[in-house]
Each structure stands twice: as structure tokens, then as C-alpha cells.
């Protein structure tokens, strides 16, 4: 028997469109970002110049990745105000909307971690080394150390993002074999083994979701029907049973996870429109809502009340 594949109920609910607007939104931006930065070495319009760790748009708008800064400086490296300012930028622009924003929406290595993700569905490839999700942690750590020791941008010579975004630009040598070995890993070794185990990028953009202010949320959760499909397609999954399930523990509905990446694609999949987009605001449980409600009196002629006549 063929298995059902997560997703299929929604698209035959709500149309395959519908079922996959926020995938093909986040396919349309980093593909226009990828398109922004080629048309000046491709074609000599020159929108935007530079790369993913530091840019400037029409001349006028900065933006620097804080993480490649932060072991610059460590480095020893000297920082332009221009720099500066496009990190602060960026920082601002994560901190509101989710710092791994950046993975789901923008990281061009997320189209290989995807790509692999559906080969591994397709081929039925269930098994999976154990990694613990806190090495990305302990890697986010360990590249400044190596940048101050060395004085020296170590990571960047090996960073799949680098490599690929410099490989598209000016030829990927031999840096296809590192995309190559991230492909392989998410295929053959873990489920989401890169971005959800080992990318320190991603960690580093994690620590700035604390305070953001857009959200998904559960908020129809009460219609769950269990079937799983927002677990099977999530990249981060540990952070969605919190806020759809942690209803009778007095949780919200507000995915508060700082490793979700607001890809949507719980949203998509949801054939009962759980999800949403929202805000962290207004995250009180149904539970304790109904708790701190006043009881209302009762009527005159309700049992238990004596009519004084």
C-alpha cells in the first residue's frame, strides 16, 4: 500500500496551490536574492554588489551577515562604519521577524537540504544516526574561538553558504564537493542532519528569535485531527508540540521555539488550518483563559437558590 504522503489531504481540501503557497514563497525569494546578486557579474546590471556576508543595494542601502563581523573582528580585521551599520541593519530585520528567517527565506544552501530532504522521502530512507541538536551550539562557539586564535575567518572557507553563493558567481571548483557532503549527510546520515544539527549559522540566527515579533501560531488547535503531516514536513519539529499540544499545560498557542525557522510550511500542510502567521502577542491557553474567567451568579430561579417571598 502506497503511504500517504503529508500534505496530500490539504491539497485535495484546499487545491495544490493553496497547499504549497508559503514553499513556493520562500522558492521565489531566495531565488530572487540568488538572481539580484548574479545580474551584476552575469549581465552588468549591478542592483546589488557584493555577497550573502556583505553587500550594498543601489549604493545606498549596507548589509553585512553579523555572524562572518563577529569573527572578523574577533580576527583582529578592522570594521568599515558602512559595515558596521549594514549588520545593525540586519540584526533589526531578524530580531523583528525571527532570526532563522534567514535559513528558510534567504540561504541558498537550504535548496540543497531541501532537495535532499525530498529525495530521502522518496527513496523511504528512515534511518538516522543520532545527533544531538545542541553541536550547532557548541560549533557556533568554537568558530569565533578558531577566528581569534587564528587570526583568520576560518569558518568561511568551508561555510556551504559562502561556498556556494561565491560557486554560482565565479565557478564552484572544487566547492561543489563540500554542497555535495552536506547533500549526503541530510540524505544518507540524518534527517535535516545540516540545519538542524550542525549549522552554527543557523544557531547564531537562532539566539536573535528571542524577542521577534512575528510568529506561528496554533491557534485553531482544538481541531487537530492528529494526522501528523505538520511534524513529517517541519525542519524543526520538537518545536511545534508545545503550542499544539500544551493546551491542558496551560501553554499557548504561539510557537515560541527559537529554532523555528518560519518556513509556513506547517501552514501548508494543515489540511484543518490549525496555523497561522501572527504575532507573539496574545499567547494565553484556553486553559488558563477559562480559568481567570468571573463566574457568573447565578439565576433567581436557578437550584440551590432560595426565593424569599
Known amino acids: 500500500m502506497k503511504a500517504r504522503r503529508a500534505g496530500s489531504e490539504a491539497a485535495a481540501t484546499r487545491g495544490w496551490l493553496s497547499a504549497h503557497k508559503w514553499l513556493l514563497a520562500r522558492r521565489f525569494s531566495q531565488l530572487s536574492i540568488l538572481g539580484l546578486f548574479l545580474l551584476g557579474p552575469w549581465f552588468g546590471v549591478w542592483i546589488v554588489k557584493g555577497n550573502l556576508n556583505s553587500s550594498v543595494t543601489l549604493d545606498v542601502l549596507p548589509l553585512s551577515d553579523p555572524y562572518v563581523l563577529l569573527q572578523s573582528l574577533l580576527a583582529g580585521h578592522a570594521a568599515e562604519l558602512t559595515a558596521l551599520t549594514g549588520a545593525l541593519i540586519v540584526l533589526?530585520?531578524?530580531?523583528?521577524?525571527?532570526?532563522?528567517?534567514?535559513?528558510?527565506?534567504?540561504?541558498?544552501?537550504?535548496?540543497?537540504?531541501?532537495?535532499?530532504?525530498?529525495?530521502?522521502?522518496?527513496?523511504?530512507?528512515?534511518?538516522?544516526?543520532?545527533?544531538?541538536?545542541?553541536?550547532?551550539?557548541?560549533?557556533?562557539?568554537a568558530t569565533p574561538l578558531l577566528a581569534a586564535l587564528t587570526g583568520t575567518v576560518v569558518w568561511e572557507l568551508v561555510n556551504p553558504v559562502s561556498v556556494f553563493h561565491r560557486g554560482v558567481i565565479f565557478g564552484m571548483g572544487l566547492g561543489w564537493l563540500v554542497l555535495l557532503a552536506v547533500f549526503l549527510l541530510d540524505l544518507l546520515v540524518s534527517r535535516r542532519a545540516w540545519c538542524g544539527h550542525?549549522?552554527?549559522?543557523?544557531?547564531?540566527?537562532?539566539?536573535?528569535?528571542?524577542?521577534?515579533?512575528?510568529?506561528?501560531?496554533?491557534?485553531?488547535?482544538?481541531?487537530?485531527?492528529?494526522?501528523?503531516?505538520?511534524?513529517?514536513?517541519?525542519?524543526?519539529?520538537?518545536?511545534?508540540?508545545?503550542?499544539?499540544?500544551?493546551?491542558?499545560?496551560g501553554v499557548g498557542p504561539v510557537i515560541t521555539g527559537l529554532n523555528c525557522t518560519n518556513c509556513g510550511r506547517c501552514i501548508d500542510v494543515c489540511a484543518r488550518d490549525v496555523f497561522r502567521f501572527g504575532s507573539r502577542f496574545n499567547n494565553r491557553s484556553e486553559a488558563s483563559v477559562q480559568r481567570r474567567a468571573p463566574r457568573e451568579p447565578p439565576a433567581d430561579d436557578s437550584p440551590g437558590v432560595e426565593v424569599l417571598r
Open 92 to 141: 533589526g530585520f531578524y530580531v523583528l521577524l525571527g532570526g532563522r528567517v534567514f535559513c528558510a527565506w534567504v540561504c541558498p544552501v537550504n535548496l540543497v537540504t531541501d532537495a535532499a530532504h525530498w529525495s530521502r522521502e522518496r527513496l523511504g530512507l528512515v534511518g538516522a544516526a543520532r545527533l544531538s541538536r545542541h553541536a550547532r551550539y557548541w560549533l557556533l562557539g
Open 198 to 249: 550542525l549549522c552554527p549559522m543557523g544557531a547564531f540566527y537562532s539566539l536573535l528569535a528571542l524577542p521577534s515579533l512575528l510568529r506561528v501560531r496554533a491557534d485553531k488547535r482544538s481541531q487537530c485531527d492528529d494526522c501528523m503531516d505538520c511534524f513529517a514536513v517541519c525542519p524543526e519539529p520538537q518545536v511545534i508540540r508545545p503550542a499544539l499540544k500544551g493546551a491542558e499545560k
